[in-house]
């Protein structure tokens, strides 16, 4: 095991060398945007690629609606939920060494970040219009999308903050993990930098010149001074003290033999499953299946148990502990409640499915298609009678598609058989929690009340939902030991069947509550064309598909690098 003082690539010297060479390269920038011979070139390559993007704008509503939605303010959180997510699966894939490493990448990369923006805007931030408040002639993604809050006006527009952090960040994923992360990293930047510019809030060189001199600065900083080896030492005492606190729970509480300590896996599969959750039509039971959860999850709940009481009653609270793998069960509640609240309060899930619903239908059908496929494959083709356990689930799966949502009570006792039935369906492999409560009209009511943290409301629904969990689970328990095939096979054809209530191109109707839309009958179509919707819903299935393998690689245990070194920041 490597020394717990590595400080990876923050060498604890001069290096005259890259100090020169990064800054030389951060003035040669800065000075050729200043420069008038030069200036000219790049006042060229702004106006040219700012007339490009925003021609999009009033292209295609479709165009229009992308931007107004990656440009909107709440989309930050978005792109930084992203970027962690693609982070904690980096350092998921191994050991508790890559962990302590990975932890002190991140907190180290944090502070950088968090001080070069407060000093870019105190120090380097220029009085610079954006396109919008200069040209006459700019489309507003707002007039398009009324509803929009896209970013399209800045007074101080240089240097662009997003983009330099994205760039900081490439330049650390780079040199810390090598091309291939990096290259993602740069895609991101990419991604995220666009929308500000197709709305009219940067020019062009906002990011390259002005975040690129700040970013080469900071590498002068990072590659050419010891300065940083002294932040990562900090970094690695309080990442090793997290980790040494987090083994000490896996020793006294863990379940031995139950896959490796390392929490990120669990945790970003448990916000998998909560965002699951929130999608009528998803099945969170399927994605338990698909992230390789589904028999330890229905085991752990199934021991909320007679033993559990007698161990409670007797003080044994670590065998308690111990019996309910309460670090598991802790470690993927904390990330279903991550997902949840995000999407239900930051990013409302809701507005996506309404506003961009090929995309997000066509992403979920296609996981669920590959991983129906998958299960197939990887259980055999049914044989015998076993083909009516298959035919059957389908059945199943497509009814439940087609049921229509009703008009119910919000009486206590119907909330709490509402719990009852969504937690029923969350475990189903194929059913939809979300789609239960569509059905049972409490829908738009539930996601409103997580999103304003109703108690009163959602106290009876968790405590149905908790009867519903602890008596199914024993059953499922039991028919898994003793008719796996069965089961699977009947699963697998839920999922199938639940196909159609994910199959992006549907008849939509909503009702306006409290000012918001809510989505409350579908009927699905073939499309007759292929105009720019079916397009964009085919690639999001192929997209789907593809995010499945992802999925796989989620769900498997850490791979070979688990045992190599990863280098650090």
């Not at 060479?21 to 420069?35: D, P, V, Y």
């Not at 440009?71 to 959180?77: H, L, S, T």
């Not at 990293?185 to 020019?203: K, S």
């Not at 899930?349 to 197939?376: D, R, Y």
């Amino acid at each position: 095991m490597q020394d717990r003082a590595d400080t990876g690539i923050f060498e604890n010297r001069w290096d005259m060398r890259q100090l020169a060479l990064w800054s030389a390269a951060a003035l040669l920038l800065i000075g050729s945007w200043f420069l008038p011979s030069t200036r000219i070139v790049w006042d060229a390559a702004d106006l040219g690629f700012f007339r490009l993007m925003n021609a999009s704008v009033a292209l295609h509503e479709a165009a229009a609606l992308f931007w107004a939605l990656t440009g909107d303010r709440r989309f930050d959180y978005f792109s930084a939920m992203i970027v962690l997510t693609v982070y904690l699966f980096i350092i998921s894939r191994g050991d508790m060494e890559r962990l302590r490493q990975g932890l002190a990448f991140g907190i180290s990369v944090s502070i950088i970040l968090l001080v070069v923006i407060a000093l870019q805007r105190e120090l380097i931030e220029y009085p610079r219009l954006s396109p919008t408040l200069v040209l006459e002639t700019a489309h507003s993604i707002q007039s398009w999308i009324p509803w929009s809050r896209a970013k399209e006006t800045s007074p101080h527009s240089f240097p662009g903050d997003h983009a330099t952090v994205m760039m900081l960040l490439t330049l650390c994923w780079w040199a810390a993990y090598g091309r291939r992360i990096g290259l993602l990293a740069l895609g991101l930047t990419v991604a995220f930098a666009l929308p500000r510019m197709a709305a009219g809030a940067h020019w062009l060189t906002d990011a390259l010149v002005g975040g690129g001199f700040v970013t080469f600065l900071t590498a002068a900083l990072i590659f050419g001074t010891p300065l940083l080896h002294h932040l990562n030492r900090a970094a690695r005492f309080a990442a090793d003290r997290a980790v040494d606190l987090w083994l000490t729970a896996i020793e006294k509480i863990g379940s031995a033999g139950e896959g490796g300590p390392n929490p990120v896996a669990p945790f970003l599969r448990g916000t998998l499953l909560g965002i699951a959750q929130l999608m009528p039509g998803v099945s969170g039971g399927s994605f338990a299946l698909i992230l390789g959860l589904y028999r330890r999850l229905i085991r752990d709940i199934a021991s909320f148990d007679a033993q559990l009481l007698r161990l409670l009653r007797a003080g044994r609270l670590l065998d308690a502990m111990r019996h309910v793998d309460l670090v598991f069960l802790v470690t993927l509640t904390a990330g279903a409640a991550a997902g949840i609240s995000f999407f239900s309060r930051v990013v409302p899930l809701e507005l996506m499915t309404q506003e961009l619903p090929e995309i997000m239908f066509g992403l979920f059908f296609g996981v669920i298609a590959a991983a129906t496929v998958t299960m197939l494959r990887r259980h055999g083709l049914p044989h015998g009678f076993e083909w009516l356990w298959l035919v059957l689930g389908v059945a199943a799966g497509i009814s439940m598609a087609l049921l229509t949502p009703v008009d119910t009570p919000d009486e206590i006792w119907f909330l709490f058989l509402c719990g009852l039935i969504a937690a029923v369906a969350a475990m189903m492999p194929g059913l939809s929690a979300a789609l239960m409560l569509l059905v049972l009209g409490k829908y738009a009511a539930t996601i409103e009340a997580v999103a304003r943290i109703d108690f009163t409301y959602l106290a009876p629904l968790i405590a149905g939902a908790v009867l519903g969990a602890v008596a199914l689970s024993r059953l499922l328990s039991a028919l898994l030991a003793r008719h796996a095939q069965p089961l699977m096979l009947a699963a697998t054809g839920i999922m199938g069947g639940s196909l159609l209530a994910v199959w992006p191109f549907q008849h939509r109707e909503f009702v306006e509550i409290g000012g918001t839309r809510h989505l409350v009958a579908t009927q699905a179509y073939l499309p007759e064309t292929f105009d720019t919707g079916v397009i964009i819903g085919l690639c999001a299935m192929l997209a789907g598909a593809a995010a499945y393998r992802l999925l796989q690689r989620l769900a498997a245990p850490g791979d070979g690098a688990a045992g190599r070194h990863i280098p650090t920041i």
